[in-house]
Protein backbone atom coordinates (compact mmCIF):
# COMPACT_ATOMS: atom_id res chain seq x y z
CA UNK A 1 0.00 0.00 0.00
CA UNK A 2 1.06 3.51 -0.63
CA UNK A 3 0.52 5.91 1.51
CA UNK A 4 -0.39 9.65 1.53
CA UNK A 5 3.06 10.82 2.29
CA UNK A 6 5.00 8.64 0.18
CA UNK A 7 2.34 9.93 -2.74
CA UNK A 8 2.80 13.98 -1.52
CA UNK A 9 6.93 13.38 -1.65
CA UNK A 10 6.19 12.06 -5.44
CA UNK A 11 4.20 14.85 -5.97
CA UNK A 12 6.61 17.58 -5.06
CA UNK A 13 9.14 15.42 -6.78
CA UNK A 14 7.24 15.76 -10.09
CA UNK A 15 6.73 19.34 -10.00
CA UNK A 16 9.99 20.39 -8.96
CA UNK A 17 11.35 18.25 -11.88
CA UNK A 18 8.58 19.96 -14.45
CA UNK A 19 9.66 23.32 -13.67
CA UNK A 20 11.66 24.92 -16.02
CA UNK A 21 10.99 21.79 -18.74
CA UNK A 22 8.99 22.14 -21.60
CA UNK A 23 6.51 19.90 -23.71
CA UNK A 24 7.84 18.75 -26.77
CA UNK A 25 4.39 18.52 -29.73
CA UNK A 26 4.23 16.04 -32.35
CA UNK A 27 8.17 15.24 -31.95
CA UNK A 28 9.56 18.11 -33.77
CA UNK A 29 8.60 21.42 -31.69
CA UNK A 30 9.30 21.89 -27.83
CA UNK A 31 7.51 24.41 -26.00
CA UNK A 32 8.45 25.95 -22.63
CA UNK A 33 6.27 25.32 -19.89
CA UNK A 34 4.55 28.13 -18.33
CA UNK A 35 2.82 26.59 -15.61
CA UNK A 36 2.19 23.49 -13.70
CA UNK A 37 -0.24 22.15 -11.11
CA UNK A 38 -1.69 18.99 -9.95
CA UNK A 39 -5.36 18.01 -9.55
CA UNK A 40 -6.03 17.34 -6.40
CA UNK A 41 -9.36 15.75 -8.25
CA UNK A 42 -9.82 11.71 -8.24
CA UNK A 43 -8.37 9.88 -11.73
CA UNK A 44 -11.29 7.62 -13.13
CA UNK A 45 -9.81 4.08 -13.58
CA UNK A 46 -6.50 4.63 -12.06
CA UNK A 47 -5.35 4.12 -8.47
CA UNK A 48 -2.60 6.52 -6.73
CA UNK A 49 -2.68 8.40 -9.76
CA UNK A 50 -1.08 11.88 -10.46
CA UNK A 51 -2.17 14.64 -12.61
CA UNK A 52 -0.20 17.06 -13.61
CA UNK A 53 -2.20 19.86 -15.73
CA UNK A 54 0.88 22.12 -17.99
CA UNK A 55 0.13 25.36 -19.31
CA UNK A 56 2.08 26.31 -22.46
CA UNK A 57 2.14 28.92 -25.27
CA UNK A 58 0.86 27.75 -28.96
CA UNK A 59 2.97 27.46 -31.26
CA UNK A 60 1.29 28.36 -34.69
CA UNK A 61 3.68 25.99 -36.73
CA UNK A 62 2.00 23.22 -34.96
CA UNK A 63 -2.17 23.44 -36.22
CA UNK A 64 -3.01 19.90 -34.59
CA UNK A 65 -1.36 18.50 -31.73
CA UNK A 66 -0.94 14.41 -32.02
CA UNK A 67 1.30 13.77 -29.62
CA UNK A 68 2.65 15.50 -26.20
CA UNK A 69 5.93 14.69 -23.96
CA UNK A 70 6.39 16.30 -20.84
CA UNK A 71 10.41 16.28 -20.31
CA UNK A 72 12.39 18.08 -17.52
CA UNK A 73 14.63 20.95 -17.81
CA UNK A 74 17.04 18.01 -18.72
CA UNK A 75 14.92 16.67 -21.55
CA UNK A 76 13.97 13.62 -20.04
CA UNK A 77 10.37 12.55 -20.43
CA UNK A 78 8.45 12.70 -17.22
CA UNK A 79 5.30 11.34 -19.19
CA UNK A 80 3.76 11.30 -22.61
CA UNK A 81 -0.07 11.21 -24.09
CA UNK A 82 -1.58 10.94 -28.04
CA UNK A 83 -3.97 13.21 -28.94
CA UNK A 84 -5.73 14.59 -31.85
CA UNK A 85 -6.39 18.63 -30.75
CA UNK A 86 -6.68 21.12 -33.27
CA UNK A 87 -5.77 24.49 -32.17
CA UNK A 88 -8.14 26.65 -34.12
CA UNK A 89 -5.77 29.67 -33.44
CA UNK A 90 -5.55 29.20 -29.56
CA UNK A 91 -3.45 31.29 -28.17
CA UNK A 92 -1.97 28.63 -25.56
CA UNK A 93 -2.91 24.83 -24.99
CA UNK A 94 -3.37 23.13 -21.25
CA UNK A 95 -2.46 19.51 -21.18
CA UNK A 96 -3.05 16.72 -18.69
CA UNK A 97 -0.60 13.95 -17.90
CA UNK A 98 -1.52 11.03 -15.56
CA UNK A 99 1.30 9.56 -13.82
CA UNK A 100 0.07 6.43 -11.81
CA UNK A 101 2.53 5.60 -9.22
CA UNK A 102 3.27 1.86 -8.16
CA UNK A 103 4.71 0.10 -5.08
CA UNK A 104 7.89 -1.46 -5.30
CA UNK A 105 9.24 -4.78 -4.22
Known amino acids: MITQS ?5 RDDLLARVTGGDVLLNDTVSVPVQAVTISSHPIAGVQN ?15 VITSAKLRTSTGAVVAE ?14 LTFVVEVKGGL
Open 6 to 10: YLQTI
Open 81 to 94: KTANIEMNGAQFVN
Open 49 to 63: GIALQVSAQHVSSVP
